[in-house]
C-alpha cells in the first residue's frame, strides 16, 4: 500500500470509530461526547466517501466504513426521510399541529428589534392549522383581532428579557380543558401542556423549549475555546435532566400524547431519545428530504420536532422555508382514531 493509501486509511478509521462515537451518544450520560452527535450527516457523508474510494480500488478496507454506516442506520435511525409523495388526504378525523420558535417576533435577521409579529401571524392565518404551539413567544406582539378562529389559549409568558425561553403558547381550535407548566430547574427555559378535546377523545399537547446553546455564529470567534467547550458541555447536560422531567410528565400521561417543540437538539442526540421513547417522529413518518429547521453557520440542522403517540397515523409533515424567524415552522397532518 502507498504511503498516501495509508494515510488515507488511518483517516478512514478516525472517522469510522468517530461515527462510532456518535452512534453510543443516545446510550451513554457523557455531555461531553454529546458534541459528536452533531456532526452525524457529516461523518455518515464522509464514511460513504472512504467506502467508495475502496470499493473502486477494489480493497477490503470497505468494510471499515460499511459496518459502521449500517452500524448507524439501525441504532440512529436516517436523517432523511424518503416518504415518497404526500400521504396527506382530507379526514374529518385528522387535526393539523404547527409548531414554531419565533424568536420574539424579531423577524428573520435576528435583528433585536419586534418587527416580524404581523408577517409570522399571516402565514400562520394562510396555515390555519388547529393546534399552534410558539416558542419564545411574546404577549404584547398579538396585535388584537388576531388568532381570532383560536378561542381556547393556554401561555406562560414572563416580562423578563432574560426569561424569553420559558415564554410558550399554545393557541388551539379545540377546548382546553386543563393544562400546566414543565418547570425545569436553573435555566431560562421551560414547558407548556395542555389537554384539549378533539370530538370524543382528550389528547395531551406539549410545548418545549429545551436548553439553548446560547451560541451565536458571530460571537464564536471572539469566545475562547476551552470556555466554549464548558458552556456547551454544560448546556447538553441541562438537555439530558430537562428530558427526563419531560420523559416523567410523558409516562404519568392520563391521555395519548403529542410533543411539538424545540428541541435545541438533532434527532441523535440522547434527550431527543428520551423523549421520543416509543413515540413516532412525524418528519420521519411523514417527511421529505433533509427536514432543516435551522441554519447555524450555514450548516443545517433539524432541532424542532413534533413527536406522535403511536396510536395516531401521521398523514402529512411540512418543513417550510419562510425566513421570520431563525427557525423555520413545521407542521404535521395527524389523523385521529375514530374510537
Not at 409568558?157 to 393557541?171: F, H, R, S, T, V
Request: glycine share 6%; net charge neutral.
Amino acid at each position: 500500500m502507498s504511503f498516501i493509501k495509508k494515510i488515507i486509511l488511518f483517516l478512514n478509521v478516525v472517522f469510522a470509530f468517530s461515527l462510532f462515537l456518535a452512534c453510543i451518544v443516545p446510550y451513554t450520560s457523557s455531555a461531553s461526547l454529546a458534541f459528536v452527535s452533531l456532526t452525524v450527516p457529516a461523518l455518515v457523508l464522509i464514511n460513504m466517501l472512504f467506502f467508495l474510494f475502496w470499493l473502486f480500488n477494489k480493497k477490503i478496507h470497505l468494510l471499515i466504513s460499511l459496518i459502521i454506516l449500517v452500524y448507524g442506520y439501525f441504532t440512529l435511525g436516517t436523517f432523511i426521510a424518503f416518504n415518497g409523495s404526500n400521504k396527506h388526504i382530507v379526514d374529518t378525523n385528522s387535526i393539523t399541529l404547527l409548531s414554531y420558535n419565533v424568536l420574539g417576533f424579531r423577524g428573520g435577521d435576528d435583528v433585536w428589534e419586534y418587527n416580524g409579529s404581523s408577517q409570522v401571524l399571516d402565514f400562520i392565518s394562510d396555515e390555519n392549522p388547529d393546534i399552534i404551539c410558539l416558542q419564545e413567544f411574546v404577549q404584547n406582539k398579538i396585535k388584537k383581532g388576531s388568532l381570532e378562529s383560536y378561542p381556547f389559549v393556554s401561555k406562560r409568558y414572563n416580562l423578563e428579557n432574560d426569561q424569553g425561553g420559558k415564554n410558550l403558547a399554545i393557541y388551539s381550535k379545540y377546548k382546553i380543558i386543563n393544562n400546566g407548566k414543565l418547570e425545569f430547574p436553573e435555566t431560562y427555559n421551560g414547558g407548556l401542556f395542555v389537554d384539549v378535546v378533539v370530538e370524543k377523545d382528550t389528547i395531551r399537547v406539549f410545548n418545549l423549549h429545551m436548553e439553548s446553546f446560547g451560541v451565536r455564529p458571530y460571537s464564536i470567534k471572539y469566545e475562547r475555546s476551552d470556555k466554549l467547550f464548558v458552556r456547551l458541555r454544560d448546556s447538553f447536560a441541562k438537555q439530558q435532566r430537562q428530558s427526563l422531567i419531560v420523559k416523567k410528565f410523558v409516562d404519568e400521561s392520563p391521555y395519548n400524547i403529542l410533543i411539538a417543540g424545540d428541541f435545541n437538539n438533532t434527532q441523535f442526540s440522547k434527550s431527543y431519545f428520551d423523549i421520543r421513547g416509543n413515540l413516532n417522529d412525524s418528519f420521519l413518518e411523514a417527511g421529505h428530504g433533509y427536514g432543516e429547521t435551522i441554519k447555524f453557520w450555514k450548516f443545517p440542522f433539524r432541532i424542532d420536532m413534533i413527536l406522535v403517540d403511536p396510536i395516531f397515523e401521521v398523514l402529512d409533515h411540512k418543513n417550510y422555508s419562510v425566513d421570520l424567524s431563525d427557525h423555520e415552522p413545521i407542521m404535521a397532518t395527524i389523523k385521529i382514531p375514530s374510537e
